[in-house]
């Protein structure tokens, strides 16, 4: 289970811009929030911290449990990447809900804000560096925030998505054909380039998608 942000990291994590999700504290601070996956900083000058999806999510949930460091060791120990888990599909006894909704789509926004913040041009109908180094996760939360069903368990219908052998490509698998053609449709508004395959030995539809470049 990912450890929970720090009393300090919390406060800093609240105290970010309500839009920008722009960060202020120290070098150490900021640099421990990077380590986590719960901010980033920005590549052009003048290098400012900004939250990623995982930072905004947790900016969204309630404070219940924070974890005071035991020594300056800990605070800087490298954790999991905390980047926000979008159901890829497959997944047993999903959390599902309103609160679910909240979630996805205060990631959806984060990523948003990302797009804004490192595309030349703040272009944000394409991805950004981020999605391109986890595509799965990339495509999955632009599937869920739209509202498409993922895959429940490891028979169950809705889409699922995988990464494939092709450098910058996912695959994206949905047993109902209008359900899959709605997934393309959604992904090529996100900016994703999509085509629809047959699998030679199944003989299912398939997408692979990959992120748009300009």
Same mark, same amino acid.
Not at 8 to 33: C, F, H, K, S
Not at 204 to 208: K, Q, S
């Given at each position: 289970m990912t450890r929970p &942000?720090?009393? @300090?990291?919390?406060?800093?994590?609240?105290?970010?811009? &309500? @839009?920008?999700?722009?960060?202020?504290?120290?070098?150490?601070? $900021?640099?421990?929030?990077v380590k986590r996956g719960l901010a980033f900083r920005h590549p052009r000058p003048p290098h400012d911290h900004f939250l990623t999806p995982a930072g905004h999510r947790v900016r969204e949930t309630a404070p219940a449990e924070v974890a005071e460091p035991a020594s300056a060791s800990k605070e800087s120990a490298p954790a999991d990447t905390g980047v926000f888990a979008a159901r890829v599909g497959g997944e047993e006894a999903a959390i599902t809900g309103p609160a679910r909704t909240r979630e996805v789509h205060s990631a959806w926004q984060g990523l948003l804000e990302l797009r804004r913040m490192t595309n030349p041009g703040g272009a944000t109908d394409r991805p950004c560096g981020w999605e391109r180094t986890h595509l799965v996760r990339a495509a999955a939360l632009a599937l869920e925030s739209a509202g498409h069903r993922p895959a429940e368990g490891p028979a169950g219908g809705g889409y699922r998505v995988r990464a494939t052998p092709q450098p910058e490509a996912v695959a994206v698998r949905e047993p109902d054909a209008e359900a899959l053609r709605a997934c393309a449709a959604t992904l090529e508004r996100a900016g994703w380039q999509v085509s629809e395959h047959t699998d030679p030995r199944t003989r299912?539809?398939? $997408? $692979?998608a990959s992120p748009r470049r300009a």
């Open positions: &942000p720090t009393a @300090v990291q919390r406060r800093i994590i609240d105290a970010a811009e &309500p @839009v920008t999700g722009r960060l202020t504290g120290t070098e150490a601070q $900021l640099a421990a929030l299912e539809r398939y $997408l $692979l």
